[in-house]
């Protein structure tokens, strides 16, 4: 069955240091994408980054970085020089192959992370 | 700003009530999809339309009924809902079903039933 395991319900970061949010998934598919998600207490879902299976270079975007381990099946997020307005839930997701969904594939969700920047 | 605006953003309605929550989109998007989320859940997928046709239902009780009358707009008509309805109902959009771009999000309708 495909799955995404964040481990972490919670974190806490100091301001300006890094933090790492952990994602494990499960799929039998070869062609998938991963996706994380942040979301304030404001409840919008904001898109953060994105990385393709057959993708050979991790994603970067601006202080997120994604740490894309295939063999361990493991996609965390890497947010650098932590601010106070990344205060905010983090999900995890992954779009599901064709080989398991065919034409209705969807998005797996995650628990999700809650992460506190301290001041 | 999110490029897809749903609203109200707020509502509150008694059990008997019929209401409806909109969304819209102008980033010429294909795929539309209606979202519930409870607190501290990962959001569950509800319809998804593609190309303004209802593509998937994911077994969601008649007293919920998606309409897409047009590319750019997705209604949610609520009619005899129950408190456990209460949910933050985010609309998405993603350019097409299948293509494996990122879904766009609303800021999301709190919804109370009472």
């Known amino acids: 069955a495909q799955k995404i395991t964040q481990t972490q319900p919670g974190m806490f970061v100091q301001e300006k240091e890094a933090v790492t949010l952990d994602c494990t998934y499960d799929t039998s598919d070869q062609s998938y994408g991963l996706f994380w998600y942040k979301q304030p207490s404001s409840g919008e879902m904001i898109f953060l980054i994105y990385?393709?299976?057959?993708d050979e270079q991790n994603a970067t975007e601006g202080r997120y970085s994604l740490n894309f381990q295939k063999a361990r099946k493991s996609a965390n997020l890497v947010i650098s020089a932590s601010q106070l307005g990344d205060s905010a839930m983090y999900f995890c997701?992954?779009?599901?192959?064709?080989?398991?969904?065919?034409?209705?594939?969807?998005?797996?969700w995650g628990l999700g992370t809650s992460l506190a920047v301290n001041p | 700003d999110t490029e897809v605006t749903q609203t109200p953003k707020h509502l509150v309605m008694g059990m008997t009530n019929k209401k409806s929550l909109k969304c819209e989109q102008h980033m010429g998007h294909r795929a539309m999809y209606w979202y519930k989320q409870k607190a501290k859940k990962p959001p569950e997928l509800m319809f998804v339309?593609?190309?303004?046709?209802?593509?998937i239902n994911e077994s969601v009780p008649s007293r919920f009924s998606p309409e897409c009358p047009n590319s750019s707009l997705l209604n949610l008509h609520l009619h005899a809902l129950q408190p456990e309805d209460s949910a933050l109902y985010l609309c998405?959009?993603?350019?097409?079903?299948?293509?494996?771009?990122?879904?766009?999000f609303g800021e999301g309708s709190r919804l109370t039933v009472l």
């Open positions: 990385q393709g299976s057959y």
């Open positions: 997701a992954m779009r599901e192959g064709f080989r398991n969904a065919g034409n209705n594939r969807k998005l797996i």
């Open positions: 998405a959009s993603s350019q097409d079903r299948l293509a494996p771009g990122e879904l766009f």
């Open positions: 339309y593609s190309y303004e046709k209802l593509s």
